[in-house]
């Protein structure tokens, strides 16, 4: 089962898988290749967010270097129109500067992109390896069905990105790096939503710092 940590920025709780189910998604997809559970891979593998992944396009990836530049994102956005109101498909740049940057890829993630990279339309998006990007609301419900076939617990996209940062954070890595992976506009953020210090952990802190006076 998935399990939660507190989020105080917004009052209420994240959804996380839990690292069982996180490894079982990642070897389901590695195991049945299809481009749309590819995104759902890379997700889970650098905390990208749906949108983002959507408006992925394989000249994003460097399989020389090993690195996923984040550059643009897709949503729909209200346009209201001589009173009108629609939603447009828009592809912009991140919503912040720091939402722009590069990201390592895993090894097992690299291998698999690397040979699909050799016939791939460069210009071409990830998701649909065609011409035209997938819409976060219809790759939602790709998700969706994956997720149900899977015998998951229910969990938004969104938490695909919570649960590769909660990786990260019960694996020892620094703060500021999670922050940067994540594109946070500053490692506040970071702090308040995945990092929760229980009493032992305050403990050892404690013991350390009088370690380090030699006490």
Not at 144 to 150: H, Q, V
Request: charged fraction near 25%.
């Amino acid at each position: 089962m998935g399990h939660k940590i507190p989020c105080h920025l917004a009052g209420k709780e994240l959804e996380v898988l839990s690292a069982a189910n996180h490894r079982k998604i990642l070897d389901y997809i590695r195991n049945n290749f299809s481009f749309t559970g590819l995104g759902i891979y890379i997700s889970l593998s650098t905390g990208l967010r749906i949108g983002e992944i959507c408006a992925l396009k394989w000249d994003d990836i460097n399989t020389d270097d090993g690195t996923i530049t984040v550059r643009r994102t897709i949503g729909r956005v209200y346009i209201i129109d001589s009173g009108q109101k629609h939603t447009e498909l828009v592809i912009d740049t991140p919503k912040t500067r720091n939402s722009n940057r590069e990201i390592p890829m895993s090894r097992e993630l690299a291998a698999i992109i690397k040979p699909l990279k050799k016939v791939v339309n460069g210009n071409f998006y990830v998701l649909t390896n065609g011409e035209n990007p997938t819409e976060p609301r219809t790759y939602r419900n790709h998700y969706n069905r994956l997720m149900s076939g899977l015998g998951m617990p229910k969990l938004k996209y969104h938490g695909l990105r919570h649960s590769f940062a909660t990786r990260c954070i019960e694996a020892g890595c620094d703060y500021k790096t999670v922050s940067v992976l994540l594109g946070h506009s500053n490692i506040s953020t970071t702090l308040n939503l995945y990092v929760h210090p229980d009493m032992e952990q305050k403990k050892r802190c404690i013991s350390r710092m009088f370690k380090c006076l030699g006490k």
